[in-house]
């Protein structure tokens, strides 16, 4: 486990791929419990299995209940980087979609109308550069939908590289959604924290 902080009461580490963030065995919880040592660490948000980067885990109930706390009230902030393929028309906006879970097949779609189950996502984006067929993407999430980033990206023919459940895609790699930034407010000191990593040194992130 690579472990960019930690205190008392949070750890802030880089999820590998293909680790569940839950805790469960094998699941990233388990593994920073390895890495420090000490058995109370808490999921308090989460990233799909096959994303990678920087997430915040918390080592005490208070913290957790914290963290948590901030989430839902949209003071932790989190910024993504995505390389997909093509390019959006417009280089930065907003994308808002209505979105439905369906659990038996474990997929998010875009529905086209309010109804049960039905959520609005929201993120923004930014064009950072294109090469080719692909382009990298800054993307700030206002909420957060299972699987959101990977289901409005692919519903407007811009399938993130390495795709493998919303595009029919052979891409040699894993899916390049990275979890670049994340801020948030200590839960015991209140400062405000930022922590940062960029993408692996490998393709498709050294294409763009």
Known sequence: ?????ADEDIVVCI????VLSTDEPGGLPELVRQALGTGDVRTVHRLDRVVSGVMVLARNAAAASDLSR???EGSFSKE???VVHGCPE???GTMRDLLVRDKARRM?????????GVQEAVLDYKVLGTTGA?????IHLHTGRTHQIRVQFASRNLPLVGERKYAVLD???EIALWSHKIGFTHPRTGEALEFSREPPACYPWTAV
């Open 134 to 138: 692909l382009s990298r993407v800054e």
């Open 15 to 18: 999820k590998p791929p293909r």
């Open 70 to 72: 901030q989430i839902r």
């Open 90 to 92: 417009v280089r930065a």
């Open 171 to 173: 891409d040699p790699c």
């Open 108 to 116: 998010t779609m875009v529905a086209g109308e309010p109804g049960k």
């Open 80 to 82: 993504y980087l995505a």
């Open 1 to 5: 486990m690579e472990l960019l902080f």
